[in-house]
């Protein structure tokens, strides 16, 4: 059985000796060791200045919204994991999706489409598979309406612009470090923020609202990270630059093996591919099913990732109809890619593809 996606797990002595140590000084969580040692490891390697460790990426989006007091009407795209939109609903915020654009996957905002939207609180925008594509035009776009740009960078760990952070490229970005994604905590994420201001107000809010000196109450709630995850995180940080380069091992191949069968998705030229997902895009549903049925008839598991299109699965006030994103959603496979996976099995991969296609 080969699996889309399987956590990667660092030494085990190396973590055991971690956890020994908070067993030793029971300090479990709460601004513990491992958890400033890991924002401040984390900081220098993505080479932002305000990183705040929380429990999950969806908590780190929720952090986001709360931050920026958001109400109303918030731009999203329809194309992304439905925590980008749940957060929302949840929140009681109303998502307005807009289409995508084709080739990148992201969500596509000119200047007349904000022209065209009043009531506009703010943007939340996924780079999608970690895509970066639009992020500088939307930011312009957010600067000139003084909105909040907030990213959902789930995917885009590591993942630089004109060689700069593309967390610097927003407001805020919300990283999810759950256990399938490129780097992890087991269960965990970030949030980062551009102002003092704000980091200010996500220290207080992901610990019941006390501010910093231990007085001033607000509202708040518990989004802390503890210091097992904290440790895992600092063990699979010492691995990242392999882990990467794997995953880009694996990338390059599907990249140059499959790109005459199916669309893969288009990356600037001011970036580099994190290959946080192999996506492939088929020419009709068939073919997606066909594939799917071929590799599975071999045991190897292929996710449709993101399906179905988030402006089809009844959230309320939805304004627009997003076709290119529900076209794609229906075509979009994403292809096994972790560090173990080993050449043989992308080998397997690739033929039982392109065989399910031959057949079709
Ligand atoms: C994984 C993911 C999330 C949620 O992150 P969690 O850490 O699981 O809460 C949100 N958005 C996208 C695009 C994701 O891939």
């Not at 080969?2 to 085990?12: A, E, Q, S």
Request: with cysteine; hydrophobic share 35%.
């Amino acid at each position: 059985m080969i699996p889309v996606v399987r956590p990667y797990l660092p030494d085990k002595k190396k973590y055991e000796k971690l956890i020994s140590k908070i067993f030793d000084s029971s300090h479990l969580t709460n601004q513990g060791r491992y958890l400033k040692e890991l924002e401040s490891r984390l900081s220098e390697y993505l080479n932002v200045d305000r990183l705040i460790c929380v429990s999950s990426g969806s908590a780190a989006l929720h952090l986001a919204y709360k931050i920026y007091g958001l109400k109303s009407k918030i731009l999203t795209s329809p194309f992304s994991y439905v925590a980008t939109s749940s957060t929302l609903v949840w929140d009681e915020l109303i998502p307005d999706f807009i289409d995508i654009h084709p080739n990148s996957l992201n969500m596509h905002v000119d200047e007349e489409i904000f022209l065209k939207k009043a009531n506009i609180e703010g943007v939340v925008s996924t780079l999608v598979y970690g895509n970066p594509h639009g992020l500088e035009d939307l930011k312009k776009e957010c600067n000139k309406h003084n909105i909040p740009l907030i990213i959902d960078a789930a995917h885009a760990f590591g993942v630089r612009l004109n060689d700069r952070s593309v967390l610097e490229y927003c407001n805020a970005a919300a990283l999810s470090f759950h256990a399938t994604k490129i780097f992890h905590t087991i269960e965990g994420g970030a949030l980062i923020v551009d102002t003092e201001e704000s980091e200010q107000l996500a220290r207080s809010y992901i610990n019941f609202g006390i501010k910093s000196d231990g007085f001033e109450i607000s509202g708040g709630t518990n989004y802390k990270m503890n210091e097992f995850e904290a440790a895992m995180g600092l063990c699979v940080l010492d691995d990242i630059d392999r882990i990467i380069e794997m995953r880009a091992n694996i990338s390059k191949r599907y990249n140059s093996e499959l790109s005459n069968f199916c669309q893969l998705p288009e990356w600037p030229t001011n970036s580099k591919n994190n290959n946080a997902y192999a996506p492939i895009i088929l020419e009709s549903e068939d073919d997606l099913q066909s594939v799917i049925s071929n590799l599975k008839s071999k045991g190897i598991q292929a996710r449709r990732y993101f399906y179905p299109s988030l402006d089809t699965i009844g959230y309320t006030h939805i304004e627009n109809t997003c076709e290119i994103s529900r076209d794609i959603a229906r075509r979009v496979l994403c292809l096994p890619i972790y560090p173990q996976l080993k050449d043989a099995e992308v080998s397997q991969i690739i033929y039982s593809v392109k065989e399910a296609l031959s057949m079709n």
